[in-house]
């Protein structure tokens, strides 16, 4: 019961906060700039090692993130373009970031592996919507990995940092094979029925 009344405690103040947004003329889309915006910004303090800074407007990104999409589905805003822009701005604050941790000493090169596992899952999403389909029911999704990758900021050895930035890339891989083997059983499925009906 003390769950249910946080998660609904954060829902109603997303939604508020969408709100006054949105009265302001904030789209989707300008809530999805700001995030983006912030998240370069963060990445290019995590390179100067002004890390309380950085988690600061890190913060900011992921809030950002959040409200867009609040007030995409509360005001029925949601586009195909918004979605892509969505998670294309996504990968760019995660690349910024990890480069940002790289030229800063606190990863090692190693750490990039977050960024390629990002890169192949969002090349996976985005193949599912080309067809149709949803793929919400990935087990790594974003969360888990940003949990990984805040570790890895928080840790002060690099390698123990690099790691955590190694196992959110894995988490990455991870999703896009399960993507790719849904993908792979509904062609074989679609193939049966075909032949079937041909029969």
Do not use: W
């Not at 999805?32 to 900011?60: D, E, K, N, W």
């Not at 990039?112 to 087990?139: C, E, K, P, Q």
């Amino acid at each position: 019961m003390g769950l249910y009344k946080m998660r609904s405690a954060k829902d109603e103040f997303l939604f508020r906060v969408a709100s006054a947004a949105h009265a302001r003329g904030l789209s989707p889309n300008a809530m999805t700039v700001l995030g983006l915006c912030f998240g370069m910004a963060t990445g290019v303090l995590f390179a100067f090692r002004q890390i309380p800074f950085a988690f600061a407007l890190g913060f900011l990104s992921v809030f950002c993130d959040v409200l867009d999409g609040t007030i995409a589905r509360k005001f029925n805003l949601e586009t195909s373009f918004g979605r892509i822009f969505d998670s294309v701005s996504d990968r760019v604050c995660e690349l910024a970031v990890v480069l940002g941790a790289l030229a800063g000493g606190i990863i090692e090169p190693l750490g990039v592996v977050a960024i390629l596992g990002s890169s192949t899952l969002f090349a996976f999403r985005a193949l599912s919507h080309v067809r149709g389909l949803n793929t919400d029911y990935v087990i790594f999704g974003r969360t888990e990995r940003l949990v990984f990758i805040l570790l890895g900021l928080i840790l002060p050895f690099a390698a123990l940092s690099t790691l955590c930035f190694v196992v959110a890339g894995c988490f990455g891989f991870a999703s896009s094979l399960q993507i790719a083997v849904f993908l792979s059983r509904r062609h074989l499925r679609t193939q049966a029925v075909q032949e079937t009906l041909r029969a």
